[in-house]
């Protein structure tokens, strides 16, 4: 089947205009399938980590969200250990006017932001709550460990 | 008319206003369908154990709402589409719509998704140098449309985010405008002139349905394929008092508290706990009275499957005769013989033991005469049904006519209904406490259970057609005999119910 307009349009966007700190490439075989990069946010426990994602546009695109997952190993507790991502917008939240880019902003900006209180990996956030300090310092011990 | 007490002044009802419009209506259209006996009935005073309720059917549903919508949009002076967005966004609850609405219009509509100073609905038009941000195509001759929020999409993008949304997420009255972030409700308008008719179909459907599941006081008949809803004014906090029960115009009658089969006079919370215990316990607890004994111990259930009488407790290691059941170690040298049996601790080992089946035991007689009354409630069926076809045959070879023949059905139908209600008095005298309360009830569910046996009795005679006049005197006096026996039980455990004069125990 042929890739629809918007995915070309937001393909050739996100090449001519990268966002600083993302990059998205398709694969040259499947234009659905793109690997992705996002730099851990300055000020973060994940700064100066490069997270490898994996990003899937499904047959329903735009109408269903797109399917994102880290490949690169993070301690947070909104991602588990495989990688999957608790964000409302990749699930009930989802618009069609989303686009690939501003989910991979919102992801970015889980990374700053991390929010113990919806968690996905349940000991992370139990830890993030009751003992910040550590839970930071163990982030940090990951990003040196796997995403550099 | 009201003997049940529940506070209607208290509830958000939805049909307030018009309560006794339906009241009225309810009477009338009962009677239709009901021959002359039971209309007099119908006239006499509700009976204690009846409940006031009303059945709708969709349309009839339908133009309840349309009627409400119309009378919102002019209160307040909006179209019809968005008093239908704000009305369910309250959950119908028109009352308090309007109250809060002239208090706090903004901050009402904005919750509820709702511009309602809109000038016009929404519309299929051309915009010059329009490009959709969900498909990225561009052109002057695209037909777009925008909700009142002026986010602008094409009408396939709509259209296709529309049907995703009702066919895949069966969504209907919280479909928002597809712009990130913006609440906006898509109307029922625009969403009939952007989706196929048999979307739309699904779409008006599940707009039903959600109504009838947030109204507490609404609930759709059980029965396979009925369409209809049936209206009850009961809160759960009354099921300990009383058993709701209703009758579908569609002819199923059930109890409007949990949704199951008409259980009277039995209540809720103890039919969930009789049938749940029935279903872990009946086979099993039969085969463990006829084939086990417990250990003196630790009560485990123990079958003997050979070997000698010198038992050991798998679970507690207790040792002890599984003739005498006392302690081994009191046998002494006298090995695999028992002639201890009235040792003090052999009787005690066997008093617990006998204690321990008696309520193996008391549970086993509710259960059985429970089963026994369906059973037979299905056979009664099946008998009629042979009788029917005799009497068929019967009609065309004599003098009688059709209405002459139909006594039968009724009696058959007045025995299937006492052995339903004579069913659930065993579960519910399981749970009563024996005293003198239980006693009297024990005394009308044996009035009861006699008079049904011999009416049943009566409908397995042979029927010969020069005596036909008088077995249909003799079954139609004992059928209203056996009604008035069941009346009688019914009135009286739903009066004890409403004076929580039984007292239930835990067996």
Same mark, same amino acid.
């Given at each position: 089947?042929?890739?629809?307009?918007?995915?070309?349009?937001?393909?050739?966007?996100?090449?001519?205009?990268?966002?600083?700190?993302?990059? @998205?490439?398709?694969?040259?075989?499947? #234009?659905?399938?793109?690997? !992705?990069?996002? =730099?851990? $946010?300055?000020?973060?426990?994940?700064?100066?980590?490069?997270?490898?994602?994996?990003?899937?546009?499904?047959?329903?695109?735009?109408?269903?969200?797109?399917?994102?997952?880290?490949?690169?190993?993070?301690?947070?507790?909104?991602?588990?250990?495989?990688?999957?991502?608790?964000?409302?917008?990749?699930?009930?939240?989802?618009?069609? @006017?989303?686009?690939?880019?501003?989910? #991979?902003?919102?992801?970015? !900006?889980?990374? =700053?932001? $991390?929010?113990?209180?919806?968690?996905?990996?349940?000991?992370?956030?139990?830890?993030?709550?009751?003992?910040?300090?550590?839970?930071?310092?163990?982030?940090?011990?990951?990003?040196?460990?796997?995403?550099? | 008319?009201?003997?049940?007490?529940?506070?209607?002044?208290?509830?958000?009802?939805?049909?307030?206003?018009?309560?006794?419009?339906?009241?009225?209506?309810?009477?009338?259209?009962?009677?239709?369908?009901?021959?002359?006996?039971?209309?007099?009935?119908?006239?006499?005073?509700?009976?204690?154990?009846?409940?006031?309720?009303?059945?709708?059917?969709?349309?009839?549903?339908?133009?309840?709402?349309?009627?409400?919508?119309?009378?919102?949009?002019?209160?307040?002076?909006?179209?019809?589409?968005?008093?239908?967005?704000?009305?369910?966004?309250?959950?119908?609850?028109?009352?308090?719509?309007?109250?809060?609405?002239?208090?706090?219009?903004?901050?009402?509509?904005?919750?509820?998704?709702?511009?309602?100073?809109?000038?016009?609905?929404?519309?299929?038009?051309?915009?010059?140098?329009?490009?959709?941000?969900?498909?990225?195509?561009?052109?002057?001759?695209?037909?777009?449309?925008?909700?009142?929020?002026?986010?602008?999409?094409?009408?396939?993008?709509?259209?296709?985010?529309?049907?995703?949304?009702?066919?895949?997420?069966?969504?209907?009255?919280?479909?928002?405008?597809?712009?990130?972030?913006?609440?906006?409700?898509?109307?029922?308008?625009?969403?009939?002139?952007?989706?196929?008719?048999?979307?739309?179909?699904?779409?008006?459907?599940?707009?039903?349905?959600?109504?009838?599941?947030?109204?507490?006081?609404?609930?759709?008949?059980?029965?396979?394929?009925?369409?209809?809803?049936?209206?009850?004014?009961?809160?759960?906090?009354?099921?300990?008092?009383?058993?709701?029960?209703?009758?579908?115009?569609?002819?199923?009658?059930?109890?409007?508290?949990?949704?199951?089969?008409?259980?009277?006079?039995?209540?809720?919370?103890?039919?969930?706990?009789?049938?749940?215990?029935?279903?872990?316990?009946?086979?099993?607890?039969?085969?463990?009275?006829?084939?086990?004994?417990?250990?003196?111990?630790?009560?485990?259930?123990?079958?003997?499957?050979?070997?000698?009488?010198?038992?050991?407790?798998?679970?507690?290691?207790?040792?002890?005769?599984?003739?005498?059941?006392?302690?081994?170690?009191?046998?002494?040298?006298?090995?695999?013989?028992?002639?201890?049996?009235?040792?003090?601790?052999?009787?005690?080992?066997?008093?617990?033991?006998?204690?321990?089946?008696?309520?193996?035991?008391?549970?086993?007689?509710?259960?059985?005469?429970?089963?026994?009354?369906?059973?037979?409630?299905?056979?009664?069926?099946?008998?009629?049904?042979?009788?029917?076809?005799?009497?068929?045959?019967?009609?065309?070879?004599?003098?009688?006519?059709?209405?002459?023949?139909?006594?039968?059905?009724?009696?058959?139908?007045?025995?299937?209904?006492?052995?339903?209600?004579?069913?659930?008095?065993?579960?519910?005298?399981?749970?009563?406490?024996?005293?003198?309360?239980?006693?009297?009830?024990?005394?009308?569910?044996?009035?009861?259970?006699?008079?049904?046996?011999?009416?049943?009795?009566?409908?397995?005679?042979?029927?010969?057609?020069?005596?036909?006049?008088?077995?249909?005197?003799?079954?139609?006096?004992?059928?209203?005999?056996?009604?008035?026996?069941?009346?009688?039980?019914?009135?009286?455990?739903?009066?004890?119910?409403?004076?929580?004069?039984?007292?239930?125990?835990?067996?």
């Amino acid at each position: 089947m042929a890739l629809p307009k918007r995915i070309i349009k937001e393909t050739e966007r996100l090449m001519a205009e990268p966002t600083p700190g993302i990059s @998205a490439v398709p694969h040259e075989d499947n #234009l659905r399938y793109f690997d !992705v990069e996002i =730099s851990g $946010p300055d000020g973060s426990a994940y700064e100066g980590g490069k997270f490898k994602l994996e990003l899937f546009l499904p047959e329903e695109y735009p109408m269903s969200p797109p399917k994102v997952r880290f490949l690169t190993k993070i301690y947070h507790p909104n991602i588990d250990k495989l990688g999957r991502i608790c964000l409302d917008i990749l699930k009930d939240k989802w618009s069609p @006017a989303h686009q690939i880019r501003t989910v #991979l902003l919102s992801i970015q !900006v889980l990374l =700053s932001d $991390p929010n113990p209180d919806d968690p996905l990996a349940n000991d992370v956030a139990q830890e993030w709550k009751t003992n910040k300090e550590k839970a930071i310092a163990t982030a940090k011990e990951w990003t040196e460990k796997y995403a550099k | 008319m009201s003997d049940i007490d529940f506070d209607e002044g208290d509830d958000d009802f939805l049909y307030d206003e018009s309560g006794e419009d339906y009241l009225d209506e309810s009477g009338e259209d009962y009677l239709d369908e009901l021959d002359f006996t039971e209309i007099i009935q119908e006239k006499q005073e509700r009976k204690k154990y009846e409940v006031e309720y009303k059945v709708y059917s969709i349309e009839e549903i339908e133009d309840f709402q349309n009627k409400e919508i119309e009378h919102v949009a002019n209160i307040i002076g909006c179209f019809k589409e968005h008093a239908a967005t704000l009305l369910r966004h309250f959950k119908w609850n028109k009352e308090r719509l309007i109250e809060l609405y002239m208090d706090r219009t903004e901050e009402v509509t904005k919750e509820a998704g709702v511009i309602v100073d809109a000038q016009k609905l929404p519309k299929l038009i051309k915009v010059e140098d329009f490009c959709c941000d969900i498909c990225c195509d561009s052109g002057d001759d695209i037909e777009s449309l925008a909700l009142s929020c002026g986010h602008r999409f094409c009408k396939d993008c709509y259209s296709q985010y529309l049907t995703q949304k009702i066919k895949v997420e069966g969504e209907c009255r919280n479909i928002q405008c597809p712009s990130d972030a913006c609440n906006i409700i898509v109307d029922e308008n625009t969403i009939k002139m952007l989706v196929s008719e048999d979307t739309y179909h699904r779409y008006t459907s599940l707009l039903i349905r959600t109504y009838v599941d947030d109204n507490i006081f609404l609930h759709w008949c059980p029965a396979p394929n009925c369409e209809y809803a049936v209206e009850c004014k009961i809160h759960d906090s009354d099921l300990q008092r009383l058993v709701p029960t209703v009758k579908c115009k569609c002819g199923h009658q059930f109890c409007f508290g949990c949704g199951l089969p008409d259980h009277q006079p039995c209540i809720c919370s103890l039919v969930a706990k009789w049938l749940n215990k029935c279903r872990d316990d009946s086979e099993t607890a039969n085969w463990i009275s006829v084939n086990t004994k417990e250990c003196p111990k630790c009560k485990a259930s123990i079958e003997k499957n050979g070997g000698c009488n010198h038992m050991t407790c798998k679970k507690c290691k207790n040792e002890f005769c599984w003739v005498c059941m006392g302690p081994w170690s009191e046998h002494g040298n006298q090995w695999y013989t028992c002639n201890r049996f009235e040792e003090k601790t052999s009787v005690d080992a066997r008093d617990s033991q006998s204690r321990s089946r008696a309520k193996l035991e008391r549970y086993l007689h509710y259960y059985n005469r429970y089963a026994n009354h369906e059973q037979s409630a299905k056979l009664d069926t099946e008998l009629y049904e042979k009788t029917e076809r005799k009497m068929e045959r019967m009609q065309k070879s004599s003098e009688l006519s059709w209405i002459e023949v139909q006594f039968l059905k009724e009696a058959v139908e007045t025995v299937v209904q006492c052995r339903n209600t004579l069913k659930w008095t065993y579960s519910f005298a399981f749970y009563l406490q024996k005293d003198n309360q239980t006693t009297l009830f024990e005394d009308n569910q044996r009035d009861l259970e006699m008079a049904v046996e011999q009416l049943s009795e009566l409908l397995e005679e042979e029927i010969k057609p020069n005596r036909i006049a008088e077995l249909k005197q003799r079954v139609v006096d004992k059928s209203i005999y056996v009604k008035h026996r069941r009346e009688i039980l019914l009135e009286d455990t739903a009066q004890g119910l409403k004076e929580s004069r039984w007292v239930f125990i835990d067996p």
